[in-house]
């Protein structure tokens, strides 16, 4: 066991589905995973492994926010030996060519927060970005079902705080940044410190610009295109 996960070892796949929301952790593990066993309720924070096609894959809540999601992958990365993260959450739009229910995968994670900023003492902006090999298998797995249209690939905004009334959307936005979540910096940041794999792919299921959204029941149960390619990019990785 962890601090946070109460897992033994061994009872972790070498690759972990991370959503956010720990009821679309239980939805994955009930809809998609065979043979599944729960290895979390810690803080209701809910963990599943289980096998899909035949490989082991885990499926472990992250919670919201950049501390939440550092806590876990720190732990998942050094107690468990986890080697690959996908972050699967959802995240809000900001140009105009993303539409909802698009995917989005994060090239790289801009952020507000001064938690980067702060591991290198200031002295540098810390670029997030993702691990390559996670990101090509992923993008070539969403274009054999999804239109080119709908799948959207470069910089999101990993914002600190959900309600940003003073945040520049429109700025950010003609500087190429898609859309807008508050996990990935993070991810990207811990994965880079243990030589790990991750990657952050996001379902929109808002708007900032349009207005157009999502219910929450449908973001936490509906999403399956993107669930399903988080699970085929993992049976890849197992080969």
């Known amino acids: 066991m962890s601090v946070h996960i109460g897992a033994k070892k061994g009872d972790i796949a070498k690759t972990v589905l991370f959503p956010g929301d720990p009821l679309r952790a239980k939805f994955i593990a009930e809809t998609f995973l065979d043979n599944v066993i729960q290895y979390n309720t810690v803080r209701n924070m809910f963990g599943y492994t289980g096998e899909y096609n035949g490989v082991k894959i885990s499926v472990q809540g992250s919670g919201m926010g950049i501390p939440s999601a550092m806590l876990y992958a720190e732990e998942l990365y050094t107690e468990y030996e986890v080697e690959t993260i996908i972050r699967i959450g ?62 959207h690939v470069g910089n999101i905004l990993s914002s600190d705080r959900f309600y940003n009334e003073e945040l520049n959307k429109k700025k950010l936005a ?57 699970l085929e990019t993992a049976v890849k990785l197992d080969k």
């Open 90 to 151: 959802s995240a809000g739009g900001m140009k105009n060519k993303v539409k909802v229910r698009d995917i989005v995968f994060g090239q790289g994670a801009t952020t507000d927060s001064s938690i980067l900023q702060n591991i290198f003492n200031g002295q540098v902006h810390y670029s997030a970005i993702a691990n390559f090999e996670v990101l090509d298998i992923a993008y070539h797995l969403a274009t054999e079902s999804l239109s080119e249209d709908n799948i």
């Open 174 to 230: 003609d500087y190429g940044v898609l859309a807008v979540e508050m996990e990935a910096a993070g991810l990207y940041a811990v994965a880079a410190k243990h030589n790990r794999k991750a990657l952050a792919m996001c379902t929109i299921s808002d708007h900032l610009i349009t207005g157009e959204e999502t219910t929450a029941e449908e973001r936490q149960n509906t999403f399956t295109q993107m669930m399903k390619i988080a």
